[in-house]
C-alpha cells in the first residue's frame, strides 16, 4: 500500500496561478522527495527535503515539511503550460529492521492552461 | 553524466513469455532500485539491490525478480507473464543505499505490454 497520500488529486489553473500541491505520509521519514512526471515519461527528480528541514526553495518551487503532521506540500510559482505533469512524493521508511522502500504518494496532476 | 538508461524502452510480449529489462544506474551509483507503475495501483516498489546484493523486496510474486552486476548494471525479470504485468517499469540509482537519504533519480522506463 502506498505510505503517502496527495491532495488533492487533479488540480487546474491559469498559466501564471501559483499551484499547492499537498502530501501525507504514515510513518517517520529521513527525507521526502518530490517527483515530477510528464505523460508515459520517467520521473524527474525536484527536491528533497530531509527531515531536520522546514522549507526549501529550488527557482519556482518551495518545500515545506512539518514532520509532526507528517506532511509536505510543493508550492509552484507562476506557473507555466510547461509545469503541466504529475507530481508524486516520495518517502524512504526510516528505522525499524527494514532496509527502506521508497514509497510514494498518489499523485497530484496538474494541469496549467495557458 | 549520463542519468540512469533503461532498455528497451518499449516491448510487446505475450501471455506466459518472459522478460528481462536492463537498468544502467548513473555512473559511481551503487544502489538500484524498480518499481512497476499502472494506473491501478500507481507506483510500487519492486526491489532494491546494493553492491549486488538485493537489500528489500516488495509485495510481488516470485516471477518478478532481478540482478545487479559488479558494474552496479541491474536486470530485472518477469517470468510466465501475466496480463496484469503490463505496465511502465521504472529503474531509479543513487549514490548509497535507499535509507541513507540520498537523492534518488529515476530512468525513463520501460513500456512493458502483455498481449
Known amino acids: 500500500s502506498q505510505q503517502g497520500e496527495e491532495d488533492p488529486q487533479a488540480l487546474s489553473i491559469q498559466e501564471g496561478e501559483n499551484a499547492t500541491m499537498n502530501c501525507s505520509y504514515k510513518?517517520?521519514?529521513?527525507?521526502l522527495q518530490w517527483y515530477r512526471q510528464n505523460s508515459g515519461r520517467g520521473l524527474v527528480h525536484l527536491i528533497l527535503?530531509?527531515?531536520?528541514?522546514r522549507e526549501k526553495h529550488s527557482g519556482r518551487l518551495r518545500v515545506t515539511l512539518d514532520t509532526s503532521k507528517k506532511s509536505s506540500s510543493l508550492l509552484i510559482t507562476a506557473s507555466r503550460a510547461a509545469d503541466t505533469a504529475s507530481y508524486f512524493c516520495?518517502?524512504?521508511?526510516?528505522?525499524?529492521?527494514?532496509?527502506?522502500?521508497?514509497?510514494f504518494g498518489q499523485g497530484t496532476i496538474l494541469t496549467v492552461h495557458p | 553524466k549520463a542519468g540512469v538508461t533503461q532498455t528497451p524502452r518499449y516491448l510487446i510480449k505475450t501471455r506466459g513469455q518472459q522478460v528481462t529489462l536492463s537498468c544502467s544506474p548513473i555512473?559511481?551509483?551503487?544502489?538500484v532500485s524498480w518499481y512497476q507503475q499502472t494506473p491501478g495501483q500507481g507506483l510500487q516498489f519492486l526491489f532494491e539491490?546494493?553492491?549486488?546484493?538485493?537489500?528489500n523486496k516488495g509485495n510481488f510474486p516470485g516471477r518478478f525478480s532481478g540482478r545487479q552486476f559488479s558494474n552496479s548494471r541491474s536486470e530485472m525479470n518477469v517470468s510466465t507473464l501475466e496480463l496484469g504485468d503490463s505496465a511502465l517499469y521504472l529503474c531509479?540509482?543513487?549514490?548509497?543505499?535507499?535509507?541513507?537519504?540520498?537523492?534518488?533519480?529515476f530512468g525513463e522506463g520501460s513500456w512493458l505490454t502483455v498481449v
Open positions: 510513518t517517520s521519514i529521513n527525507n
Open positions: 527535503i530531509r527531515s531536520n528541514e
Open positions: 539491490y546494493f553492491s549486488e546484493t538485493q537489500r
Open positions: 516520495a518517502t524512504v521508511f526510516a528505522g525499524g529492521t527494514s532496509y527502506g522502500k521508497l514509497t
Open positions: 531509479a540509482s543513487s549514490a548509497g543505499p535507499l535509507n541513507s537519504g540520498n537523492t534518488i533519480y
Open positions: 555512473s559511481g551509483h551503487r544502489s
